[in-house]
């Protein structure tokens, strides 16, 4: 009895195997990015003559429009279901527009490399998606010391429009407080293209 459950589950197992295919493939498009918990604040103190001031700045945050480029690995393991690490750059952060007079508004940047593991769920040409996120900070503007990493997750959609080429759109929502009480939370709408891509 133990050597026919053996040979079913070799059976079963290489059959399986056998349908698993690997493809690469590259991910590129715009990012519609914002800061969570607005308004946000910011002070500073200054001396002049007249001795020591305290200024307290409101900003309204905004979206702001930006880019992700990246590579992606999508091993597919049945017709329905693929796993696929990415790895990628992408720009964030979200426009500060104050509401106090004669303080202007900014634009916070923020740029990271990051990765992700995406499972796929496929019903014919559509897919639905979702997975972590791990990104590491590469730059900053118009910020003060935000923290260096955020832990995310992502969901969302796509649609193959040939075997090769297809279209998506992502939420990706962060969980680490970037600066003060703020997170990161990120639209993505893209293309991706994947090499060599067997159905």
């Given at each position: 009895m133990k050597k026919i459950y053996f040979l079913l589950f070799a059976l079963i197992s290489g059959l399986s195997f056998a349908q698993v295919t690997f493809n690469p493939g590259i991910r590129v498009g715009a990012n519609i990015s914002h800061l969570s918990d607005g308004p946000a604040q910011d002070y500073w103190y200054y001396n002049d003559s007249q001795g020591y001031h305290y200024i307290n700045n409101v900003y309204d945050i905004k979206s702001k429009v930006d880019f992700y480029v990246g590579f992606q690995a999508n091993i597919r393991f049945a017709k329905f279901y693929a796993l696929q690490p990415e790895v990628y750059y992408t720009r964030q952060g979200g426009k500060l527009e104050s509401k106090t007079p004669g303080i202007d508004s900014k634009t916070v940047s923020l740029s990271y490399v990051g990765a992700a593991v995406v499972n796929k769920f496929y019903i014919d040409k559509f897919n639905l998606h979702f997975g972590p996120t791990l990104e590491i900070l590469t730059d900053h503007k118009e910020i003060d010391h935000p923290t260096d990493a955020d832990l995310g997750l992502l969901f969302g959609a796509g649609y193959d429009i040939t075997k090769n080429?297809?279209?998506?759109?992502?939420?990706?929502?962060?969980?680490?407080?970037?600066?003060?009480?703020?997170?990161?939370?990120?639209?993505?709408?893209?293309?991706?293209?994947?090499?060599?891509l067997k159905k």
């Open positions: 080429i297809g279209v998506e759109a992502r939420v990706k929502k962060g969980f680490v407080h970037i600066f003060n009480d703020h997170t990161n939370v990120t639209f993505q709408a893209g293309v991706y293209y994947t090499f060599n």
